[in-house]
Nanobody, 119 residues
Framework: QVQLVESGGGLVQPGGSLRLSCAASGIMLSIYDMGWFRQAPGKQRELVAT???????NYADSVKGRFTISRDNAKATVYLQMSALKPEDTDVYYC?????????????WGQGTQVTVSS
């Protein structure tokens, strides 16, 4: 059973920084794309950033130049370094990892972590 556990959310002032982490555990053969998404109450979940197994990154326009996604394959962990945070970045952030196990391959999601940007 693969599980993703997120950490690093919290309350931060505008202009501040936070680093989110998402670690996968369980029996895994390979991990492919990893990514971060966010969702506000009553709204659709939206892409924040993704990173391929080869390290190619993609960002939403709203976070380009402020957020950096990275991964540590040995630790099955994806990170999101968030800087110059704005109140509109307030959301629940979810990680996603595309993982192949002994029997299947599909997307696994973290439980979500709240990020609140407020003075």
């Amino acid at each position: 059973q693969v599980q993703l556990v997120e950490s690093g959310g919290g309350l931060v002032q505008p202009g501040g920084s936070l680093r989110l982490s998402c670690a996968a555990s369980g029996i895994m053969l390979s991990i492919y794309d990893m990514g971060w998404f966010r969702q506000a109450p009553g709204k659709q979940r939206e892409l924040v950033a993704t990173i391929t197994s080869g390290g190619i990154t993609n960002y939403a326009d709203s976070v380009k130049g402020r957020f950096t996604i990275s991964r540590d394959n040995a630790k099955a962990t994806v990170y999101l370094q968030m800087s110059a945070l704005k109140p509109e970045d307030t959301d629940v952030y979810y990680c996603r990892q595309n993982i192949a196990t002994l029997t299947e391959r599909h997307d696994y999601w973290g439980q979500g972590t709240q990020v609140t940007v407020s003075s």
